[in-house]
């Protein structure tokens, strides 16, 4: 894992792509110390899914109101500040304390301000999670393409879809993290662009964004059941 860890921190951010776990955002992170402590979110959530998990379920790509700024894919850094009571924070990291790393001074709104950036389909994805009879620590969710794509003339606070070969470079690191999961983790897509790319994977689900809520669990509670 520690070599997975040190692939992904080696990928070098772009005009428009974003390394949580290598890169400083000198206006909307804290401090220049937030890619490492993103990197040890990471590390904590990687760390307690590897040997147990049997399901990987695996989205689009980091966006800016999720992993861009809490470490963790698909969890946003208002669920790991414990501001959704349906949620709990020692199902995500176990042991380690989460640190807010966005910049409340530069903040885009009184709530992102007070409480971290949320994301919905974060949200969605960890309170299906809660529900369950799995153990937290039996799925683990990441994203094709594992950094922040975002547009460039719109700025860091946007999201846009990875390009082609960013999904192909993206697989790469998959196939790396599908290597240290048990041999019968069972893959999932969530979302067509992810199907797309995991070419011949039979299991997928609708992605719970734009209104795609309840299809989404009514889907993934049969994979998971």
């Not at 989205?59 to 963790?72: C, L, N």
Request: proline share 7%.
């Amino acid at each position: 894992m520690e070599a997975f860890l040190k692939r992904v921190s080696e990928y070098e951010s772009t005009q428009d792509t974003y390394n949580p776990w290598a890169s400083y955002d000198p206006i909307y992170d804290f401090g220049a110390e937030a890619p490492r402590i993103r990197l040890a979110h990471l590390k904590e959530y990687l760390g307690c899914r590897i040997e147990k998990a049997r399901y990987l379920l695996v989205a689009e790509a980091v966006g800016y109101q999720g992993a861009k700024f809490s470490g963790v894919p698909l969890t946003s850094e208002r669920i790991l500040l414990g501001y959704h009571s349906e949620i709990e924070v020692t199902d995500i990291l176990p042991t380690l304390k989460f640190k807010r790393t966005s910049n409340a001074l530069t903040a885009p709104s009184g709530a992102v301000k007070t409480k971290g950036f949320a994301e919905p389909t974060a949200t969605i994805v960890w309170s299906f999670l809660g529900e369950t009879k799995l153990r937290p620590t039996e799925v683990v969710l990441w994203n094709i393409f594992p950094f922040h794509p975002f547009r460039k003339h719109a700025g860091a606070l946007s999201n846009r879809a990875p390009r082609a070969d960013e999904l192909a470079l993206g697989k790469k690191y998959l196939d790396q993290l599908i290597a240290l999961l048990p041999p019968k983790v069972e893959l999932i897509a969530i979302g067509e662009k992810a199907a797309q790319t995991l070419d011949g994977v039979p299991a997928k689900v609708r992605h719970p964004a734009n209104g795609g809520a309840r299809i989404f669990r009514e889907q993934l509670s049969k994979l998971v059941s």
